[in-house]
């Protein structure tokens, strides 16, 4: 078979995979805290006809140069930019941006940690601030019965007004949990993450320490996806997929051909 029929069929497969991740960024570009993808490519190991040194030509001369044949491409990765996202003002008291590297830890259903960006907080019927998915903080913040003005510090120290009390009263500290290699942490969707090897220890913080970064409240942190951007990979990955497809399309005419010799 030719080998320009294998190396394009990569190329289209690896371009089709791009275009996979360019969709779910732009599907996600008014999801709180969401962090763009980028699929990276790596060469396939070559066919090599000819080592460096092993050629000679008539007067006796070494090649100094092998020669190689491309097979083509493969995704090597599809990392995650984790670049802060702008700062939306919704006055909310119950919405929280990270300005910084840091994330917040919370417990899944399923007694897991679990760690995100996006901090569009609730309150549960037992009082807990909870995610929008409903996974509790951790450390746990519960609110006193009939509590109002609840108020979260730049450094995480969270406070309210309590029945019987002319002051704000302090109700818990939040925590942030940073990461020597965060884009090594896994996606396991509802804008969660989870710990891997790869993402090095979870390290509590409180916020603004070790570049954490500090809280905002009554902001949100948008996606960090640049809808423009997005739309402009989008046609390089179509014209790329559109030409590997032109590839095959002449390689299969070039074996007619073949086939047709008398």
């Known amino acids: 078979m030719m080998r320009s029929l294998y190396t394009a069929a990569t190329g289209m497969m690896v371009q089709e995979q791009k275009m996979n991740v360019v969709a779910n960024n732009l599907a996600n570009s008014?999801?709180?805290?969401?962090?763009?993808?980028?699929?990276?490519?790596?060469?396939?190991?070559?066919?090599?006809l000819q080592a460096a040194g092993s050629g000679v030509d008539?007067?006796?001369?070494?090649?100094?140069?092998?020669?190689?044949?491309?097979?083509?491409?493969?995704?090597?990765?599809?990392?995650?930019?984790?670049?802060?996202?702008?700062?939306?003002?919704?006055?909310?008291p119950l919405d929280l941006a990270i300005e910084g590297t840091g994330f917040l830890r919370v417990t899944r259903p399923n007694g897991d940690i679990g760690y995100?960006?996006?901090?569009?907080?609730?309150?549960?019927?037992?009082?807990?601030?909870?995610?929008?998915?409903?996974?509790?903080?951790?450390?746990?913040?519960?609110?006193p019965p009939e509590a109002t003005d609840l108020?979260?510090?730049?450094?995480?120290?969270?406070?309210?007004?309590?029945?019987g009390r002319d002051e704000a009263v302090p109700i818990g500290n939040l925590e942030?949990?940073?990461?020597?290699?965060?884009?090594g942490l896994e996606s396991v969707g509802g804008n969660l993450y989870r710990s891997t090897?790869?993402?090095?220890?979870?390290?509590?913080?409180?916020?603004?320490?070790?570049?954490?970064?500090?809280?905002?409240?009554?902001?949100?942190?948008?996606s960090n996806v640049k809808s423009v951007?997005?739309?402009?990979?989008?046609?390089?990955?179509?014209?790329?997929?559109?030409?590997n497809s032109k590839i095959i399309q002449t390689a299969d005419q070039m074996l007619q051909k073949l086939s047709n010799l008398k």
């Open 116 to 143: 995100t960006r996006a901090g569009n907080l609730r309150i549960d019927s037992e009082g807990r601030l909870v995610t929008a998915a409903g996974d509790p903080l951790d450390p746990g913040i519960s609110m």
């Open 229 to 243: 951007e997005e739309m402009l990979d989008l046609i390089t990955t179509q014209r790329a997929y559109e030409m």
């Open 197 to 222: 090897t790869a993402a090095g220890l979870p390290t509590s913080v409180r916020p603004g320490e070790r570049g954490s970064g500090e809280l905002a409240q009554g902001f949100l942190e948008g």
């Open 176 to 183: 942030l949990t940073i990461f020597q290699n965060p884009a």
């Open 151 to 163: 108020s979260i510090s730049r450094d995480g120290v969270v406070t309210a007004r309590v029945a």
């Open 58 to 92: 008539t007067a006796g001369n070494r090649a100094p140069t092998p020669i190689e044949v491309g097979l083509g491409a493969r995704v090597a990765a599809v990392a995650r930019d984790f670049g802060t996202g702008d700062l939306l003002n919704t006055q909310n």
């Open 30 to 48: 008014s999801t709180t805290g969401f962090k763009r993808a980028r699929a990276e490519f790596s060469e396939l190991l070559p066919d090599r």
